[in-house]
């Protein structure tokens, strides 16, 4: 099937129609296309025309929850046990810390994310540095994303890198986001990389599989 076949199911991600998304997606898995190809040729697809819409000018909190809900309901329903590792292009660990209990940022992160193919390993909100350490260390992951909208979290943050050296982990990257953590820089924070927006971060993380890939 042609990248064409794909456009009924990116048109219904873009509207945000979880339920002609899910039907479109089922459509194709019954024609014998894999899951990866509706991944890649649909899922991906669809992202990345959100990523242009989204400069500053057209940014819509609104219309990126509602692909983000579609996305999800796709991706849950042709990989129901969570996407194999063997599949995903990276494995990312993401959680909000302990002592905030907000987690709209961080779901709409890891929609992004996965629509962009990757497997993501969400620890929730009100999450321990040592977990996040622990998962990170578990799951092999490329990177360790961490929310945040409060201040009083930042002293977690900056945390993270130790638990991930302590752990053996130097080498997987730190990405903070969140309208608390956007105030600082990387440095301040102890991270790697101190996302604008989701699509901001995603970008970053595209950039460091591949040079890891290299």
């Known amino acids: 099937m042609s990248a064409t076949g794909f456009q009924t199911m990116v048109a219904a ?11 479109e997606a089922r459509r194709l898995r019954a024609a014998g296309v894999s899951a990866e190809r509706i991944v890649t040729d649909g899922l991906e697809v669809a992202m990345g025309r959100l990523d242009e819409k989204c400069t500053v000018e057209q940014f819509n ?16 329903d042709i990989y129901p046990e969570g996407m194999p590792p063997a599949q995903g292009r990276a494995t ?35 999450c321990p540095v040592e977990a996040l350490a622990e998962a990170a260390e578990r799951e092999r992951a490329a990177a360790v994303l961490v929310s945040g909208l409060i201040s009083p979290i930042v002293p977690q943050v900056r945390r993270v890198r130790a638990a991930l ?9 730190v990405v903070a986001g969140g309208a608390a953590l956007k105030q600082l820089a990387a440095a301040d924070l102890n991270v790697d990389y ?20 290299v």
């Open 165 to 173: 050296q302590a752990r053996g982990l130097a080498g997987v990257a």
């Open 92 to 126: 990312f660990v993401i959680g909000t810390l302990e002592g905030d209990v907000h987690d709209l940022g961080k779901n709409i992160v890891k929609m992004v994310l996965i629509g962009k193919g990757y497997r993501v390993v969400d620890l929730g909100r009100d």
């Open 61 to 76: 909190l609104l219309e990126i929850m509602l692909v983000g809900r579609a996305v999800s309901v796709v991706v849950q």
């Open 13 to 23: 991600l873009l509207a945000g129609d979880h339920a002609a998304a899910l039907a």
């Open 194 to 213: 101190v996302a604008e927006t989701a699509f901001d971060g995603a970008s970053y993380l595209e950039g460091l599989v591949t040079e890891n890939a």
